[in-house]
């Protein structure tokens, strides 16, 4: 019954390869939350949507993009991916926006190599 | 100034007893919530367990309850009766409340290994 979805649970690419890492969600969020996590490291905050408001972390590189062309789906797109890219992209999605109360239910992330 | 800390990089515990792991946060917001993320070796994000900064009760979930003091802004995490499968990276966030959207704060979490 996986609710937060992510394809592929394992991406490997070439240095400088345009890739792109989906999420699906099957609990009819309004958010939907990218989060980058290196070995070791607590997840870091890339973007999020607010159903169609896109809203970008102020230190997120330029090579990062995301798209959400509906509810359900959200797409990272990582235009030029370089060595210091490769990490954990973990989708997550919340009810509400500004809730304190509201947990976020996380996917089982992809593990993205860069070769 | 963080805004979560967890001091305890690695802690081990042995199976079947009780451990406790430490989380304190920093806010002047009034509202806010604490949650606890268990992360196993294989990567997943899954949500433990949720304390209100207006709740007056310590919350529990199964095995898993939160020793929550709020004028020391500590949120433990204490795990019973520990089995091997808790091994996994455990992570404390807090998303603070008031005026409009505020993002999930993460600490550097705690890795916990259960020894049989």
């Known amino acids: 019954d996986a609710m937060v979805i992510q394809n592929p649970r394992y991406q490997v690419t070439q240095f400088g390869k345009p890739v792109t890492l989906s999420c699906s969600q099957t609990?009819?969020?309004?958010?939907m939350y990218w989060y980058q996590q290196k070995s070791s490291q607590a997840p870091k905050l890339l973007f999020h949507?607010?159903?169609?408001?896109?809203?970008n972390e102020a230190d997120t590189p330029d090579n990062f993009q995301s798209r959400r062309p509906n509810t359900s789906f959200c797409f990272l797109d990582i235009r030029s991916p370089g060595l210091g890219d490769a990490a954990m992209y973990l989708c997550?999605?919340?009810?509400?926006?500004?809730?304190?109360?509201?947990?976020?239910?996380f996917g089982d992330g992809t593990r993205l190599s860069i070769l | 100034a963080q805004k979560i800390t967890q001091t305890q990089p690695g802690m081990f515990v042995q199976e079947k007893e009780a451990v406790t792991l430490d989380c304190t946060y920093d806010?002047?917001?009034?509202?806010?919530?604490l949650f606890w993320y268990k992360q196993p070796s294989s990567g997943e994000m899954i949500f433990l367990i949720y304390?209100?900064?207006?709740?007056?009760q310590n919350a529990t979930e199964g095995r898993y309850s939160l020793n929550f003091q709020k004028a020391r802004k500590s949120a433990n995490l204490v795990i019973s009766a520990s089995q091997l499968g808790d091994s996994a990276m455990y992570f404390c966030?807090?998303?603070?409340?008031?005026?409009?959207?505020?993002?999930?704060?993460f600490g550097t979490g705690t890795k916990l290994q259960v020894i049989p």
């Open positions: 997550a999605t919340s009810r509400d926006l500004a809730r304190a109360d509201q947990p976020q239910h």
């Open positions: 304390q209100g900064s207006y709740d007056q």
């Open positions: 806010t002047s917001d009034p509202s806010y919530g």
């Open positions: 949507y607010y159903d169609k408001d896109f809203n």
């Open positions: 966030a807090m998303r603070e409340g008031g005026g409009g959207y505020q993002k999930v704060t």
């Open positions: 609990l009819n969020h309004n958010v």
